[in-house]
């Protein structure tokens, strides 16, 4: 069965601090792998996408890393603010077809000044 | 700017109506997909679309309908609310055959039914 699974499932930082997130997933075949940040309330936004060839991906604070081979995937945010105070979600699609996609349940953050 | 827009941010209804949501995308993306979020798990997807009148069931199509007539727009209909229907729904929208596109999500509207 396709799965995402996401560890920790709620996380405490000081600001400034760092952070990793992790990301394991079952799904087979593999396109893609995205991470979403969703503000409370809102819905989710894109933060960054990676096919099988990318082992890296930054978006400012933020870079994720994924290993194909492992079936693993990192976002590691660095001198958090406490706007990075959010859920992050990370998204597998098997397709090429931009329809399929399984969701993890995501990891909660919470930056605390 | 993209824009997913969704008809309410917040909903009450009562067992048993018939609940309307709307969302309207302003990109001319092909595809537009509605998802309910719960607590502890991943978004599932109860129906998209791939094109205008086409929609294809998710993993959670029970108890739900979709209409799309036109491209920027899909409803997701309840055609009998009921309380295990509560919850927070989105829609999201994304071009057709593309792996770097993201999908975009609207702001999401809570339904709570009672």
């Known amino acids: 069965k396709n799965q995402v699974e996401q560890s920790p499932q709620s996380l405490i930082i000081l600001e400034g601090k760092n952070c990793t997130l992790q990301?394991?997933?079952?799904?087979?075949?593999?396109?893609?792998l995205r991470w979403y940040k969703q503000d409370t309330g809102r819905g989710p936004v894109s933060l960054t996408i990676?096919?099988?060839?990318?082992n890296t991906k930054s978006n400012g604070r933020y870079t994720a890393t994924l290993d194909a081979d492992t079936k693993q995937s990192s976002l590691h945010i660095t001198a958090s603010q406490l706007s990075d105070s959010a859920s992050y979600i990370c998204v597998v699609s098997p397709d090429n077809y931009g329809q399929n996609f399984v969701f993890g349940p995501g990891t909660r953050l919470s930056v605390l000044p | 700017d993209v824009k997913v827009t969704q008809s309410s941010r917040y909903l009450v209804k009562r067992t048993g109506e018939k609940v309307f949501l709307e969302c309207v995308q302003d990109?001319?993306?092909?595809?537009m997909f509605w998802y309910r979020q719960d607590p502890g798990l991943g978004l599932r997807l109860i129906y998209f679309s791939y094109d205008v009148k086409m929609k294809e069931k998710g993993d959670i199509p029970e108890g739900y309908s979709v209409s799309r007539e036109k491209k920027e727009r899909f409803s997701l209909i309840l055609e009998s609310a009921s309380t295990n229907q509560t919850s927070m729904y989105l829609c999201?929208?994304?071009?057709?055959?593309?792996?770097?596109?993201?999908?975009?999500f609207g702001p999401g509207t809570r339904l709570t039914v009672l």
């Open positions: 990301c394991n997933y079952t799904v087979s075949p593999f396109s893609n």
């Open positions: 990109m001319d993306h092909e595809n």
């Open positions: 990676m096919t099988f060839s990318e």
């Open positions: 999201a929208s994304s071009r057709r055959n593309s792996v770097k596109d993201t999908q975009y």
